[in-house]
């Protein structure tokens, strides 16, 4: 295949990324992780796997940097994973120091890709991202919003009843427990769910798409969530590389939307081959706004805490 995508970290939201993205055919695969032989084991049997998924993207496992260059899109998952009773901001400075040591070597081999960070605190390692690629803005785009967004549907229609397919979500705000749902932009078939849910049923599912992270972790007893997260970067990776322009929420580096300067913040952008092609900047009431700066706040303080 002519498109080659790096995922770092071949852990669990690595590997079920890269498994997505080669069952779906979208590019060749490389999966580095500093552990030796995982990479290899897992990108060894992905590939294995191909000829029943009828796939013909290579998979490569790897501990060499080399491997991954001139990648299109580099998807940054290694890191520590979130433990019961641990929040994501404990991961901040064990996480920054390893976020800072892959990018410095991604970069150095894949010069114009795009980076898609997902490790923990999400917010902040995008900056640590941004400052130390030097990326320009539209090449660092975190994943975030999709995954909240999604909760928040499969809530929405099993509360409804309905086909998670024509429902939406909207999550704004960064990717903690300040997230911001939006029930008055989330719908079903186009219907806003205002019109369909009582308030205590809404307040009920916005509940638990801030808690979502957490009722996963509490649940699996060690580790945190990875089949969702693998899903949303493949879709974050499909519609770069496929330019379908499509509206995402993700994290994207703020300057003076929203009201928001120089942060990571999760906001609705439109994904295509050039990464963040467009904010989309909504209208939002003033409870809204106040709410999304609140989120934007508890971002800042954690990239006070790191310096980035
Ligand atoms: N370089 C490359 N890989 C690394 C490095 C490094 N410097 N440090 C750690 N890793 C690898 C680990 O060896 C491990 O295989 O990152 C992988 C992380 O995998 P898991 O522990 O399974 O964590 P996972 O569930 O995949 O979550 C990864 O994504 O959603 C977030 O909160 C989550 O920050 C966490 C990240």
Redesign the pocket.
């Known amino acids: 295949m002519n498109r080659k995508v790096t995922v770092?970290?071949?852990?669990?939201?690595?590997?079920t990324a890269a498994r997505g993205i080669a069952m779906k055919e979208l590019a060749d695969v490389v999966l580095?992780?500093?552990?030796e032989g995982?990479p290899q084991g897992k990108g060894l049997d992905m590939l294995e796997a191909n000829p029943v998924e009828g796939s013909d993207a290579c998979v490569l496992g790897t501990n060499d940097y080399a491997d991954t260059a001139n990648s299109d899109i580099v998807v940054i998952?290694?890191?520590?994973?979130?433990k019961p009773g641990m929040s994501?901001d404990d991961?901040l400075l064990k996480?920054k120091n390893?976020i800072k040591?892959?990018t410095e070597n991604v970069v150095k081999h894949s010069p114009n890709c795009i980076l898609i960070p997902?490790?923990?605190p999400?917010d902040a390692?995008c900056q640590v991202v941004y400052r130390v690629s030097g990326f320009p803005r539209e090449r660092v785009v975190g994943m975030a919003g999709i995954l909240d967004s999604a909760r928040m549907r499969a809530f929405i229609a099993m509360e409804l009843g309905v086909s998670v397919e024509n429902t939406h979500a909207f999550v704004l705000g960064g990717h903690g427990d300040t997230m911001v749902p939006l029930p008055r932009y989330s719908t079903v078939a186009g219907i806003p769910i205002t019109e369909l849910m009582d308030t205590a049923t809404i307040e009920a599912v916005v509940k638990r798409t801030a808690g979502g992270?957490g009722e996963i972790v509490k649940l699996l007893g060690s580790?945190?969530?990875?089949y969702a997260?693998g899903s949303a970067v493949v879709e974050m990776v499909e519609a770069i590389l496929k330019d379908k322009k499509k509206i995402l929420p993700c994290a994207t580096f703020l300057q003076g939307e929203y009201g928001i300067e120089g942060l990571f913040v999760g906001v609705p952008v439109k994904l295509g081959a050039r990464g963040v092609e467009e904010i989309i900047q909504i209208e939002l009431t003033a409870d809204e706004q106040a709410a999304l700066q609140k989120s934007a706040d508890a971002v800042k303080e954690l990239v006070d805490i790191i310096k980035v």
């Open positions: 770092i970290g071949s852990g669990n939201v690595g590997a580095l992780d500093i552990l995982i998952t290694a890191g520590l994973a979130r994501r991961l996480n390893i040591d892959v997902v490790t923990n999400l390692m992270g580790g945190s969530a990875y997260p």
